[in-house]
């Protein structure tokens, strides 16, 4: 009889003007199990708006793989969604938004950094949850009324939600990392000192354990 893995299936949301670097550390050690718990066991898998292909701000072009009306949260292990352009004008992003609220309702974790941590302000998935971003003044911009939940770190996480600045990749992936709970806590500890210290002892740490 054959085992079967579960696979953990992170949902990346893509639209143009996609800040690339924001979310490149987090996709990369979620769908490269090098380290994990259960290697290649989770994959990422992206959604758009409609199926056409978007425009990063790095001028790389992605096809989603399904489109926002398709995904439902409990087909999803968490949603990401990185900063954009878009967020902060206009409604294009605001779907995505509104799916971040659903998933929420439905206790699955959302993610967001940078302008998508604006999109979470104005949809008020911020008031009552604690939170940072790229500065207080930043969401205070949007009129929202969570002011008093905000917390000068580069990342947070407040249960099913994590927020994070647009210039600390590095913490905001150790929270989503931390939050799909794919690696042990000593190996996730070593995964930080090395790319969120820069500390090349951490390497030396997660070889060993390769």
Same mark, same amino acid.
């Given at each position: 009889?054959?085992?079967?893995?579960?696979?953990?299936?992170?949902?990346?949301?893509?639209?143009?003007?996609?800040?690339?670097?924001?979310?490149?550390?987090?996709?990369?050690?979620?769908?490269?199990?090098?380290?994990?718990?259960?290697?290649?066991?989770?994959?990422?898998?992206?959604?758009?708006?409609?199926?056409?292909?978007?425009?990063?701000?790095?001028?790389?072009?992605?096809?989603?793989?399904?489109?926002?009306?398709?995904?439902?949260?409990?087909?999803?292990?968490?949603?990401?969604?990185?900063?954009?352009?878009?967020?902060?004008?206009?409604?294009?992003?605001?779907?995505?938004?509104?799916?971040?609220?659903?998933? *929420?309702?439905? #206790?699955?974790? $959302? !993610?967001?950094?940078?302008? /998508?941590?604006?999109? @979470? =302000?104005?949809?008020? &998935?911020?008031?009552?949850?604690?939170?940072?971003?790229?500065?207080?003044?930043?969401?205070?911009?949007?009129?929202?009324?969570?002011?008093?939940?905000?917390?000068?770190?580069?990342?947070?996480?407040?249960?099913? *939600?994590?927020? #994070?600045?647009? $210039? !600390?990749?590095?913490?905001? /992936?150790?929270?989503? @990392? =931390?939050?799909?709970? &794919?690696?042990?806590?000593?190996?996730?500890?070593?995964?930080?000192?090395?790319?969120?210290?820069?500390?090349?002892?951490?390497?030396?740490?997660?070889?060993?354990?390769?």
């Amino acid at each position: 009889m054959t085992e079967t893995t579960e696979t953990t299936t992170v949902h990346l949301a893509v639209y143009d003007t996609l800040a690339d670097w924001e979310v490149g550390l987090a996709t990369a050690h979620i769908a490269n199990g090098h380290w994990q718990r259960r290697p290649g066991s989770a994959r990422v898998v992206t959604v758009g708006a409609t199926r056409a292909p978007v425009t990063t701000m790095g001028g790389m072009t992605i096809a989603p793989d399904l489109t926002l009306a398709e995904l439902q949260p409990g087909d999803s292990a968490m949603l990401l969604l990185p900063g954009a352009d878009l967020w902060l004008t206009g409604d294009t992003c605001r779907p995505f938004a509104e799916k971040a609220g659903n998933f *929420l309702d439905a #206790g699955v974790p $959302v !993610a967001a950094i940078c302008g /998508a941590t604006w999109g @979470l =302000a104005v949809a008020g &998935l911020l008031d009552d949850r604690r939170h940072t971003s790229n500065a207080p003044e930043f969401l205070a911009a949007t009129g929202y009324r969570g002011a008093a939940r905000y917390v000068d770190e580069s990342a947070v996480t407040d249960g099913d *939600l994590v927020t #994070g600045s647009g $210039v !600390a990749p590095a913490e905001f /992936a150790h929270e989503v @990392l =931390a939050r799909l709970d &794919l690696y042990e806590p000593a190996v996730l500890a070593s995964w930080f000192k090395l790319y969120g210290r820069q500390d090349p002892a951490g390497y030396a740490e997660l070889m060993a354990v390769a």
